[in-house]
């Protein structure tokens, strides 16, 4: 079965930083966009960063761009998500979503797969 798995959340002063993974198995990886979520206390799940299936096309949330870096590492089956800057703002539950197609969508109910979450919480 399909397994993504986060790892390297934490809590970090602000202006820090922290690098998220997301290790996939069950899947041919190198066939899935993936993309990071995040959903804080109270408030809907949002759209962080995506990446193309092979790499080279990125994309990021607003709030994000300019501060946050997401990679993926097709012959380890995983994807980052580098983490500068930090505000208390971007506290929340960081989730890795997986889409079984070449178009990067944005909306989380269009990503087929999801991992449990980590937690990133940064304090002012």
């Known amino acids: 079965q399909v397994q993504l798995v986060e790892s390297g959340g934490g809590l970090v002063q602000a202006g820090g930083s922290l690098r998220l993974s997301c290790a996939a198995s069950?899947?041919?990886?190198?066939?899935?966009?993936m993309a990071w979520f995040r959903q804080a206390p109270g408030k809907e799940r949002e759209f962080v960063a995506a990446?193309?299936?092979?790499?080279?096309?990125?994309y990021y949330a607003a709030s994000v761009s300019g501060r946050f870096t997401i990679s993926r590492d097709n012959a380890k089956n995983t994807v980052y998500l580098q983490t500068n800057s930090l505000k208390p703002e971007d506290t929340a539950v960081y989730y890795c979503?997986?889409?079984?197609?070449?178009?990067?969508?944005?909306?989380?109910?269009?990503?087929?797969?999801w991992g449990q979450g980590t937690q990133v919480t940064v304090s002012s």
């Open positions: 069950g899947l041919t990886f190198s066939r899935y966009v």
């Open positions: 979503a997986a889409r079984g197609s070449a178009v990067v969508i944005t909306r989380p109910g269009e990503y087929e797969f």
């Open positions: 990446i193309s299936r092979g790499g080279d096309s990125t």
